[in-house]
Each structure stands twice: as C-alpha cells, then as structure tokens.
C-alpha cells in the first residue's frame, strides 16, 4: 500500500509528482508507455503562470535554449475590422507565454523525477481505477495497487469515466510547422475565421501552426501538395506575415469539449485531461492542468500526517479549483462559438468589442493576467 497512486507520467502527472517529493507522503506512477524518450514535436502553449510552476518545480532550467517567448498576441477576425494586441511589456512580464515541444518538457520533467528518486512503473497500462485501489498490467502479470489517494492524470483518459458536459465542435485541428515570409518577433496570432481560429505560435525560427477545420475537409487538406496546402493557408489567414514558404508533416485531432465532473469522490480524483478537455483556442488547456497538479499538491501538503482518501481533501481541492476551470471551459466554448457566425452585424459588433478592448488597457491587462494566471481562487 502507498499514500498517493497517480495514474499517468505525462506532464501534468509527474509535475504532481514533483510537487509531492519532499512531501514525506509514498507515491508511486504508473505509466501505460515503455521507459525513454518520447517521439512528440506538438507545441505546448506554456503561459507565464506555468513559468513560475515549473520554476518552483525545478524543472524551468532544464528547458533554457528549449523554449521561444510569446512577447505580443495579436487577435483579430479574417475580413473585418477591429483587432486586439496583447504586449507582455504591459504587463512587466519577460512574456506572455512560451511554446516547447512535447518531448522536450516531458524529458525535463522526467529528468527531474529521476533526481527526486520519484517511482515510476513504466509499461504498466492500468485497467481500472476506483477509490484506493487500482488494477494495472505489467507484461503478463495483472496487479492491483491500493492507496489512500487514487489521482488520475493524463494517463487517465483511456479509462471509462462519466462526463457531466460534452461538446463536439464538429471539428478538428490540424497541425504542422509552417515558414512565413517575414520573421515572426515573438509574436503569435489568433486569427478569428468563418469556419474557426487560426493559431500561429512563434517556435524557434517557425510557426507552430493549429488550424481550426471542419471535419469533412480535414482529409482534403491533410492530402493536399504543400504548395497547395501554403496557398489555402495565405488565403485564410491573410497577408500579415506575407506568403508562407514552406510547411512540416500535417496531423489532425478532432476539437471537443469535456468537463469531468463533479464525479470525484473521497479517494480518486481527476486531474489534466482527464478532468478537462478543451478546445485550443487560447491555449489553455495544459495551463489549467498544471494549475491542477499545483493546487491538489498543495490541498495534499495540507493534509500534513492526515489521510488522503478523507471526504474533506476532496472538498478542499474543487472548491479550490471551482473558479478556475469553469472559467476556463466558459471562455474558451465563448470565443468558438462567438465568432463561429459571420454576418455583417455581429462581424461589426465583434470588430467594435476587439476595438474597445485594445483601447481600454486595465480591462484588456485583466483578460491577459487571467489567460496568464487563470482564475485564481488562492
């Protein structure tokens, strides 16, 4: 028996981890893929909140030269006026946000999970998880695993869990690395369009590219020649990086939002993917789940020598995050469907609102300390 099973090694579950490692508390990992390296160049959106997260967590170090700084979001819609510029000088911030790899922030994480001595089965797919006990597979060999606390991270999304709110976008985002004609200065684009928002986000010398589209053209424009492909692109997006010149092997993943919850109960609880899933736009998603794993650490180090499965932690942790994700989920779901319509009226209401804000700079300083720091309840 151990105090703490987290299910998943993924970033979300081994930032935990980490949180917990001098919490004097036995934890143990399971992870359902083999030990080393993960093949994964996705860009992960890292909000300056974050930042500070994994600097406590010791882990920020290890991505120097890893990370590009997001200095301006610049948000608009194709075709119409109004547009918004979100500066991290304004703030008195290095940067709004930063975009890594997906295997360069898990390696970092995993590097230092191994300095912690932090136990982790790996190849070890669990196969039922309820309150204190958790059944898993390591080769041939099936095996539960009972603890006080039974969080489900990452790695918890192939398992049957009851959702209380499901939205299919009926779309998908496609995704690759894109050039553009002019360099991109730190500067990264939402670009509001009639079929959804194209993301552009500084990475290296490129751009991570996410591409909001609908799902019966997603087949179509994974298949398209890349001269092809960079021309659909310039004709959605537009001309404000100039033409794009050349592109990277293009994936899709379809678009929903799913809100787990209320369903924790004492003795499991839900963190990361697998409490939440959003839709890109914002990049909020991994944001909010590192928020997860940094306040269920600290509910946890709270508890000092009390027990983890008690009804009280649990209700200490969603009251701690019940500003946050609904919040999150709200704002997100508003932005997709606001500029989901494209008729002169609202094109023009919403130009007007884009407007306002960028003249208004504690409102719009407000909206990005939210996006920065989510809605904060601690």
């Known amino acids: 028996m151990t105090d703490v099973v987290l299910v998943g090694g993924g970033p979300v579950g081994l930032s935990l981890a980490l949180a917990l490692r001098d919490s004097g508390r036995g934890l143990t990992v399971l992870e359902a893929r083999p030990p080393g390296p993960v093949s994964d160049a996705r860009a992960i959106v890292l909000s300056h909140g974050s930042r500070l997260i994994l600097e406590r967590l010791g882990v920020w170090a290890a991505l120097a030269g890893q990370v590009t700084a997001i200095t301006t979001i610049h948000v608009s819609q194709r075709g119409h006026f109004g547009r918004t510029l979100l500066n991290a000088a304004d703030l008195e911030v290095p940067a709004m946000g930063y975009t890594v790899t997906y295997e360069a922030l898990q390696a970092a994480l995993a590097e230092q999970a191994i300095k912690a001595e932090v136990e982790i089965r790996y190849a070890a797919p669990v196969t039922e998880a309820k309150p204190g006990r958790v059944t898993y597979r390591q080769g041939d060999t099936t095996a539960d695993l009972v603890a006080d606390l039974v969080v489900l991270a990452e790695g918890g999304r192939g398992l049957p869990l009851a959702e209380s709110t499901v939205k299919d976008y009926q779309q998908s985002a496609v995704v690759c690395w894109v050039e553009s004609e002019r360099p991109h200065a730190g500067r990264a684009y939402e670009r509001f369009t009639p079929e959804g928002p194209i993301a552009l986000l500084p990475m290296g010398s490129r751009y991570a590219l996410v591409w909001t589209t609908p799902t019966d053209q997603v087949a179509e ?28 092997v293009r994936t899709a993943f379809p678009l929903r939002m799913a809100l787990r919850g209320p369903g924790d109960t004492a003795g499991l609880v839900r963190i990361g993917n697998a409490a939440q899933l959003l839709h890109p736009v914002a990049g909020q998603g991994f944001n909010l789940g590192l928020r997860d794993a940094w306040q269920l650490a600290e509910c946890i180090l709270d508890s000092a020598s009390g027990t983890l499965d008690a009804a009280d932690l649990m209700l200490r942790y969603s009251r701690a995050r019940g500003a946050d994700v609904p919040a999150g989920a709200r704002m997100t779901d ?45």
């Open 334 to 378: 508003f932005l997709v469907d606001v500029f989901a319509h494209d008729p002169p009226v609202i094109a023009g209401l919403r130009g007007a609102a884009l407007t306002a804000l960028d003249l208004l700079p504690p409102l719009k300083n407000g909206f990005a300390r939210k996006m920065m720091h989510g809605a904060r309840t601690w």
């Open 221 to 248: 424009r994974l298949g398209l020649a890349d001269s092809d492909f960079l021309r659909t692109l310039y004709a959605a997006f537009g001309e404000r990086q100039g033409r794009f010149v050349a592109a990277g």
